[in-house]
């Protein structure tokens, strides 16, 4: 395991004592792109403890079109709803959801972004399920913390950043959402279908193993080196600045640092200045 990454036996093992003076705190980040509220799951069976997060109230803003659909919250914002959840300061927190990790590496980076420590349940509740580990049922109202946040540790790309990037020779800006999307033959959620031009595709999807876990490192490094990562500077977009995320944490494992652009492509297609490619290439 890397860093990022905690496997559901050594989240067990802390939630029991081991290793920790004080266990992590548990945060259930069950999202859909389209998707019902995961609130009604996550009651009726999440991991002992854990807190439910709503990805639309809580990781994200809502503004003009053109911030895109899921803009990151002000930092006031974000450091409320992380003390409603209990968070003090030196806390760890584990984070996990129930479809590829998306909504778990949101959670992810934004805690890592404000100094917090974060780690991703790899494989999500399916692999907690899996491990033969109990779940319980009902709301945790957990105790207010105190923590304290300071978002800007990680590197974020505005519009402009995203457009510089992709138009660089030295560095790549790689599009995580699916294929059909990229090439512009389907678009169901923005207003133009395409891709910012000069991005390159890479869809999420293939950065897990068939058990929904990320795959290894090496293999990722195989990956990301095969699409032609080299030594440069790398960035990632999405539709909205969501799944994206969960790319960021597969180039993390496999050793790379990327920026993420949170607006993505709903930032982007909203401008109509801004230009679209369609197609197969960048």
Known sequence: MT?????????????HGDGAARPPVILDVRWRLGGPDGHPLYLDGHIPGAVYVDLERDLAAHG??????????????FE????????????VVVVYDDDKGWGAARAWWMLTDAGATARVLDGGLAAWRSA?????????????GGVTLHPGA?????????????????ATLLDARAGERYRGEVEPLDPRAGHIPGALSAPTT??????????????????????????????????????????VLALAVAGYDAALYPGSWSAWSNQPDRAVATGPTP
């Open 3 to 15: 860093g990022h990454l905690i496997t559901p036996h050594e989240l067990d093992a802390l939630l």
């Open 64 to 77: 003009a079109p053109a911030e895109g659909r899921h803009p990151l919250p002000s930092a006031a914002a």
């Open 80 to 91: 409320a709803s992380a003390r409603r959840w209990g968070l003090d300061d030196g806390d």
């Open 132 to 144: 033969g580990l109990p779940l319980e049922v009902g709301d945790v109202e957990p105790v207010p």
């Open 154 to 170: 990680l590197t974020r790309l505005t519009t402009e950043e995203a457009a510089a990037l992709a138009a660089r020779p030295d």
């Open 206 to 247: 293939e950065n897990l193993a068939p058990d929904g876990t990320l795959r290894s490192a090496d293999d990722l490094r195989a990956r990301f080196a095969g699409l032609g990562l080299g030594d440069g500077p790398v960035g990632v977009y999405c539709g909205s600045g969501v799944s994206a995320a969960q790319q």
